[in-house]
T-cell receptor
């Protein structure tokens, strides 16, 4: 079965610093990969997705992610973090079955220091 | 931009009671999902629904759970006899075609006392 690992439970960065959130997946074929963000009390908002093609994908709010097949990774990056980026970030892989459901990682909580 | 709408935002119920969580998916979407997130844990898949039937369900989705699309707009999750461990945030999601990104609602926080 597919699985997603986010090894960092919490990450704290200073405002203006760069950010990288790690995500590793387990999937036999070329995966569909996603990053979602969840602000407190809110639902899950799609940041970006990878289906195929260019391995560096751009998303909303200045985020990008790079798919590296050799490392089974899909790390999320942002060059300069803003205080409003403080939230929980979830990496997800779509299971390639008829339901197209997502399997989520356990999430990384991002804290931003002023 | 169209949204997935969930009601209520918070529901408190006593153990053993039935609850119905309601969702209005995006209007032209065809695939519907329920997920749950127990406090502090990951988001877990419960069930997917397509073409008026369940396409897949997880081990969590036992006989106490059911889903329904009673009309062209609503998608409901019913828990027949709630247990304390059903306390969680329940998210509804929809997508327009197989493999497209899921759009999530803001969730219903269910508290079972």
């Amino acid at each position: 079965a597919q699985s997603v690992t986010q090894p960092d439970i919490h990450i704290t960065v200073s405002e203006g610093a760069s950010l990288e959130l790690r995500c590793n997946y387990s999937y036999g074929a070329t995966p569909y990969l996603f990053w979602y963000v969840q602000s407190p009390g809110q639902g899950l908002q799609l940041l970006l997705k990878y289906f195929s093609g260019d391995t560096l994908v751009q998303g909303i709010k200045g985020f990008e992610a790079e798919f590296k097949r050799s490392q089974s990774s899909f790390n999320l990056r942002k060059p300069s973090v803003h205080w409003s980026d403080a939230a929980e970030y979830f990496c997800a892989v779509e299971e390639g079955d008829s339901s197209y459901k997502l399997i989520f990682g356990s999430g990384t909580r991002l804290l931003v220091r002023p | 931009e169209p949204e997935v709408t969930q009601t209520p935002s918070h529901q408190v119920t006593q153990m053993g009671q039935e609850v119905i969580l309601r969702c209005v998916p995006i209007s032209n979407h065809l695939y519907f999902y329920w997920y749950r997130q127990i406090l502090g844990q990951k988001v877990e898949f419960l069930v997917s629904f397509y073409n008026n039937e369940i396409s897949e369900k997880s081990e969590i989705f036992d006989d106490q759970f059911s889903v329904e699309r009673p009309d062209g707009s609503n998608f409901t999750l019913k828990i027949r006899s709630t247990k304390l461990e059903d306390s969680a945030m329940y998210f509804c999601a929809s997508s327009d075609w197989g493999g497209s990104p899921l759009h999530f609602g803001n969730g219903t926080r269910l508290t079972v006392t």
